[in-house]
């Protein structure tokens, strides 16, 4: 893989020389280091928002409430993502620029939860489910780390190229304005400040040299917000009505309350969530020329079963890859994982203090849809590129490939077809990554692991 010009120079060392630094574990100067990360935040802010909003809005919280349940949601995905990034030993963390937070895939099934609780006892019956599969996941997660032979670059290819694919869906409707029940979605006021976003990160990339390049998403989001600032488009309200400070308190909704149902739902919502994000380690491993092995993985999601445990103690939900990030990583090529680890401790600061968090949310949800293009292009790209590189002048190749896209695409092409399915399938499928990832998995062993090949799938090599 060609080195970018922003990597260290890997030159013959010489007496005295320091041996050459990884670009994973290279610590930027503060000057590159800052923009990096403020583009980490700027891409994750509105994702690590939304399960909340949505949640807290489906079990009636107020405005105080909706606060503290935001607030919770940026401390643990900072907390997470801190942990991940810089590690603990060998017990936690990946140590690859990697950040956690909670997932929206989720929120189906916590919405169901609200809905068969009583008024008052949602977040409870919530929370309580959500810390077992926490428990889950510690407990489980350092089996996937021992499936990696299951893994080859025939199957990261398909579940990173799926991974852009299937989140494509979420910067078209930002870049239509967010909310697909308002009166004026789609508007063209909205398509028309998406694609000046995207046009503005486009001339960058194309002009621009160097650090300028690097922090072309950033630009684009900041140029495309003040260009909304005229006509209206950038919402000022919640920066007036955020609270300096508001640490969030322990079990501030209610004691956790434990329902067999809930738990059972929310551990198969985790085995989905643990899928996609050793799916993620992967793609990122390859992406920073750093490959994940067992260990990894079993670090990666030990974190996340820390960060989904601990999570409901102060409003937090189940805790995941963000893939957003991904594609930050792969578009601005600066793989170095104490950037990341500098936006974890950034969305710590937002947890506690809304006020800065708000002008965050500043940046308008077409500006956010016009940058999101090029961020999950970008992944699927990668996953293109990984699969170039998987033996597809082998025809069962190619058949593998085929049919595990198409599994991963039919959620987006047909969100009801799984309609009729039972609940625990209908939450497996109806995750493109995760159908996609599970055909990839059994078709690889079906044509490579099953009797005798005589040409074997290329295997992922350990870091």
Known sequence: MAQPATEPAQAAQGPGTAPPVHPVDEKLPLARLVPAALQHIAAMYAGVVTPPLIIGQAVGLDAAGMTRLIAASLLIAGLATVLQTIGVANFAGNRLPFVNAASSAGIAPMLAIAETSAPGRQLPAIYGAVMVAGVFCLAVGPFFGRLLRFFPPLVTGVVITLIGVTLMPVPVTWAQGGDAGAADFGAMKYLALAAFTLAVILVLQRFGRG???????????????????????????????????????????????????????????????????????????????????????????????????????????????????????????????????????????????????????????????????????????????????????????????????????????????????????????????????????LLNLFFHHLGTRSRPAVALKSS
């Open 211 to 441: 650090f300028l390049r690097q922090v072309a998403l950033l630009l684009g989001l900041f140029i495309g917000t003040l260009a909304a600032i005229p006509f209206g488009m950038a919402d000022f309200s919640a920066l007036r009505e955020a609270p300096v400070a508001a640490l969030p308190s322990p079990f501030a909704f209610g004691a956790p309350e434990f329902q067999p149902a809930a738990i059972l739902s929310l551990c198969i919502v985790m085995l989905v969530l643990m899928t996609e994000s050793s799916a993620g380690m992967l793609a990122l491993g390859e992406i920073c020329d750093r490959r994940s092995d067992g260990r990894t993985i079993t670090r990666g999601l030990r974190t996340d079963g820390i960060a989904t445990l601990l999570g409901p103690v102060f409003g937090g939900f189940p805790t995941s890859a963000f893939a957003q990030n991904v594609g930050v990583v792969t578009l601005t090529r600066v793989r170095s994982r104490y950037v990341v680890a500098v936006a974890g401790g950034t969305l710590l600061v937002l947890g506690a203090f809304p006020v800065l968090g708000a002008v965050v949310s500043l940046v308008p949800m077409p500006v956010l849809g016009g940058a999101g293009i090029v961020l999950f292009g970008s992944i699927a790209v990668s996953g293109i590129r990984t699969l170039s590189e998987a033996g597809l002048d082998d025809s069962s190749n190619i058949i593998l490939v085929a049919v595990a896209l198409g599994a991963g695409i039919i959620p987006l092409a047909a969100p009801t077809f799984y309609a009729q399915f039972p609940a625990w399938a209908q939450t497996v499928l109806g995750s493109g990554i995760s159908a996609g990832a599970l055909a990839a998995v």
